[in-house]
């Protein structure tokens, strides 16, 4: 059972629980059946007898008519109506004197059971040969010269209940076994269909497991039901890894073309160094390359690192109610890393504008804007930056009057190792608006870019305020 199919288990779970459940209900139709035909059968002799009650008199005279039958009794004669039933419907109807003398009617045990006593008006049963019946005695409140009493039985077999009940029985044998296959026939093609999704589901967890196509999808129809959403779900779940894959892919070849680079150059510069002894000179700039390049690896390393922890793990980076302004402020302060070219810095900033997010998140966003426009500033060129409210956002502007970015570039600027042609001269990674928009992103904040070449740049950021 174990190794069997969903649907399999499900069918053979549900037929169980269906035959179960059928044969309960069989016998409980039997047995209310019976019960039924019983009380219908006792209600019906009772009624047959209380009928025949009224049907008998003691008449002193015989009437010269047809219209009655008439019993010799005592000094006179027992009236009995025409219509006096004895037996109807397989009921029997007998007039007895108390002692059991049968005087009248049908009786078909009055021949084996003669000396039954009459013990008051009631409904009781016996057996004979097998046959079970029920019989309804009633005295009559006749007054007759003797001043004893007269009696009505009347008696019924079971065998007509039971012949009845058979046919219930019989009806219902072929009744509901029918009904049963129809519904387990009817139960497993639908449980098929529905579970149809799942063998999809299957086969393609199984060709991505394989190796062989990331991009299959399940086909889950318009249902929205718990398998349709599950196929949604999966479907949604390979959108994603193949998107990781993706990235991961493109990143891998990324970083190995980046880093490629600076190791040849390293390789060859320690080549050259070693290949003969050299100069002084030639020493020094050799080895200022180097070290130019190793600082460079080292940039591209650091950068990478922090893209991938921000980017994958973004939970290392809990959010807390800060002062954006604060912020900003301790960043303008810090010493710039870059050549400072003569480049002057104005900060307008309005005070205590609060945000939600991570401290150290939002300093290196701020650092990497600041960084860019040091570096793709002009010589004793200006950079402002500016912190305000608007419209419920706090809007952080960094202005400079660099170099500027061409139209063609503007979209790629974010892109991971993106550099601009004018910025190869200038050192960089390609990684620094990479980290500034996944920052904003987690931020769920807004970055606006202006920008003319030969001009300058104004990166815009908006963000939620607290
Ligand atoms: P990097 O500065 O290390 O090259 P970034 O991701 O920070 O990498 O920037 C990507 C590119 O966007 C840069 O190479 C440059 O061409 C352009 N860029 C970014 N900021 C500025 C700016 N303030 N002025 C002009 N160009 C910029």
Known sequence: MKNRSIPFKLTFWFSVILTVVLGFAFLAMRF?????????????????VEENTDK?????????????IYIPYEDGFLE????????????????????????????????????????????WNTKYDNVQYDIYDRCLAIDLPDGRALWIRGIVPESRELLQLKDITRLLLIILPFLALLSILSGS?????????LQRIENAAEKISAGEDLSKRIDHGPNNDEIGRLARAFNMMLNRLEHSFETERQFTSDVSHELR?????????????????????????????????????????????????????????????????????????????????????????????????????????????????????RENGHIWITLHSDNGKAVLTVKDDGIGIEEASKERIFDR???????????????????????????????????????????RILWDKV
Do not use: C, W
């Open 32 to 48: 209310s059946s019976g019960m039924v035909l019983q009380s219908t059968i006792r209600n019906y002799l009772i009624s047959t």
């Open 56 to 68: 008998i008199r003691y008449v002193d005279d015989r009437e010269d008519t047809d219209a009655n």
């Open 80 to 123: 009995i109506d025409l219509d006096f039933m004895e037996v109807i419907q397989d009921v029997h109807t007998a007039l007895y004197t108390e002692d059991g003398r049968m005087l009248y009617g049908e009786n078909p045990l009055s021949r084996q059971m003669p000396d039954v006593r009459f013990e008051g008006t009631y409904l």
């Open 189 to 197: 093609v639908m449980i098929a269909k529905l579970l149809s999704p």
């Open 261 to 377: 680079t600076p190791a040849t150059v390293i390789l060859t510069q320690s080549e050259y160094i070693l290949e003969k002894e050299r100069g002084i000179r030639e020493y020094t700039e050799a080895f200022q390359t180097v070290q130019k390049q190793a600082e460079r690896m080292s940039a591209l390393i650091e950068d990478m690192l922090s893209y991938t922890r921000i980017d994958q793990r973004p939970e290392l980076y809990p959010f807390e109610a800060l002062s954006l302004s604060q912020i900003v402020k301790e960043v303008i302060g810090q010493p710039v890393s870059e050549e400072n070219k003569g480049i002057t810095v104005s900060a307008e900033l309005t005070e205590d504008i609060k945000i939600s997010g991570n401290p150290e998140l939002v300093r290196r966003l701020i650092q990497n804007l600041l960084s860019n426009a040091y570096r793709y500033g």
């Open 417 to 459: 190792f993106y550099r601009g042609d004018a910025s190869r001269t200038v050192q960089g990674t390609g990684l620094g608006l990479s980290i500034v928009k996944r920052i904003s992103e987690i931020h769920k904040a807004e970055i606006l870019v202006e920008s003319e070449l030969n001009i300058g740049s104004t990166f």
